[in-house]
Each structure stands twice: as C-alpha cells, then as structure tokens.
C-alpha cells in the first residue's frame, strides 16, 4: 500500500531531520565528516520521498473523479515542487562545510527547510493521504500487464 510506505519515509526523514538538527544546534564543527554525512543521508531520503509523493499519491490523485480532490493534488504537487527546488538551491548554495562566519545563516536555512517539512509532511498525513484510494473517473481497474487473470494473458 502506497500510504503505509509514504508514512515509512515520513518516520524515518524526520528521524534524519533530528539528527541534522543537532548538528546545526551546536557550535560550528571543525571537520566536516558528520554534518556531510547527516546532510547527505537527509537530502536523499527527502529526494526519495518527493519523488515517490509525486508517483504514489499526487499524480493518482489529479485522475481522481472529485474536482476538489484532482485540484488539492494539483495543488499539493505545485508545493511539492517549490520545496523541492528550494531544497535543491540550498544544497547549491552550501557546498562543504560553510564558514565560521556563515555558520549561524546555515543553521538558519536548515531549521527553516526543516519546519517546512515536517509541516508537509503533517499535512500529508492529517490531510491528503485520506482520499487514497483514487475514484477514478474511468471505473475498469487498473491491472498490471502480468496480473493473473489479465485478459491480453495467453491462455
């Protein structure tokens, strides 16, 4: 089931979103080891994840038969994509580990993108993650092509 994984990477990027968190509390480290690799697990799970939001449970969801529910995907999806780019800008714009002086502008920006995840990721869960299964407008199932019991299956 789509939502039980969604809510599988939900757990574990806030599980990595607290342990960059951490990091960024304290003073600035003096190697980068730590942060690089607690930055670098957090942003592959969040790219995952967006990714899979998008397949999973967006895209389904803007076929569905409800207008209201077809535009919230719609919706949901246009925000997706700004976080994803915003994400993407901030790992452009701190490569390494960021200077003494820029520390605290870091940890700043990635409170920030952090609140705003885990704000989606509550909405998500409290909120669009309800209207899975999809109410298709066209009501024949959708069957992948080695499903036993396909019509177009050899006989």
Same mark, same amino acid.
């Given at each position: 089931? *789509? !939502? ?7 757990? $574990? !990027? #806030? ?16 190697? @980068?080891? /730590? /942060?690089? $690799? =607690?930055?670098?697990?957090?942003? $592959?799970?969040?790219?995952? @994840?967006? =990714?899979?939001?998008?397949? /999973? ?10 207008? @209201?529910?077809?535009? /919230?995907?719609?919706? =949901?999806?246009?925000? #997706?994509?700004t976080l994803h780019d915003d994400l993407e800008n901030h790992m452009d714009r701190w490569k390494g580990l960021p200077a003494t002086t820029?520390?605290? =502008?870091?940890? &700043?920006?990635?409170?920030?993108? !952090? &609140? ?12 669009? @993650? ?5 109410? &298709?407008?066209? *009501?024949? *199932? ?14």
């Amino acid at each position: 089931m *789509p !939502i039980a994984k969604l809510e599988c990477e939900h757990r $574990r !990027i #806030l599980e990595l979103a607290g342990s960059l968190e951490a990091i960024v509390a304290g003073p600035r480290p003096e190697t @980068h080891g /730590l /942060l690089m $690799r =607690s930055r670098w697990n957090f942003t $592959r799970e969040v790219l995952s @994840h967006l =990714s899979n939001d998008d397949a /999973l449970l967006l895209v389904p969801l803007m076929g569905d038969r409800r207008p @209201h529910i077809a535009q /919230l995907a719609t919706q =949901s999806r246009a925000q #997706l994509r700004t976080l994803h780019d915003d994400l993407e800008n901030h790992m452009d714009r701190w490569k390494g580990l960021p200077a003494t002086t820029e520390w605290s =502008s870091y940890r &700043r920006e990635v409170q920030a993108l !952090i &609140r705003r995840l885990r704000a989606r990721i509550a909405a998500e869960e409290s909120g669009i @993650h309800h209207f899975l299964p999809v109410q &298709r407008a066209d *009501p024949r *199932p959708v069957l992948p092509t080695d499903c036993p019991g396909d019509a177009t299956r050899a006989v």
